[in-house]
Nanobody, 120 residues
Framework: QVQLVESGGGPVQAGGSLRLSCAVS????????MGWFRQAPGKERELVAR????????SYADSVKGRFTISRENAKNTVYLQMSSLKPEDTAVYYC?????????????WGQGTQVTVSS
């Protein structure tokens, strides 16, 4: 069983930065592509960024490109989301998730989420 635990969320002012972490336990971490999703009240869940198992391949939603950076440390079983130049519209619950393939839209395991609130 793969378990994911996010941390690092909280309140921040517009223009500020936060780094989210997702600690993963269970099977071989490097075998999984990882994604960060977010969901704001009344909105659909959005894939914000994803990273391959090796960490060499990443992709981002247009809404965060140039402001967010996804990375991972396979030795620590952890994936990160560095968020900079935050905007009020970035306010959401952020989730990390694990997939068996970088190109897949199916994420098999999910964390419980961490709230990010950006004030203007």
């Amino acid at each position: 069983q793969v378990q994911l635990v996010e941390s690092g969320g909280g309140p921040v002012q517009a223009g500020g930065s936060l780094r989210l972490s997702c600690a993963v336990s269970g099977r071989t971490f490097s075998a999984y592509a990882m994604g960060w999703f977010r969901q704001a009240p009344g909105k659909e869940r959005e894939l914000v960024a994803r990273i391959s198992g090796s960490g060499y391949t990443t992709s981002y939603a247009d809404s965060v490109k140039g402001r967010f950076t996804i990375s991972r440390e396979n030795a620590k079983n952890t994936v990160y989301l560095q968020m900079s130049s935050l905007k009020p519209e970035d306010t959401a619950v952020y989730y990390c998730a694990a997939s068996q393939s970088f190109s897949s839209n199916m994420y098999n395991y999910w964390g419980q989420g961490t709230q990010v609130t950006v004030s203007s």
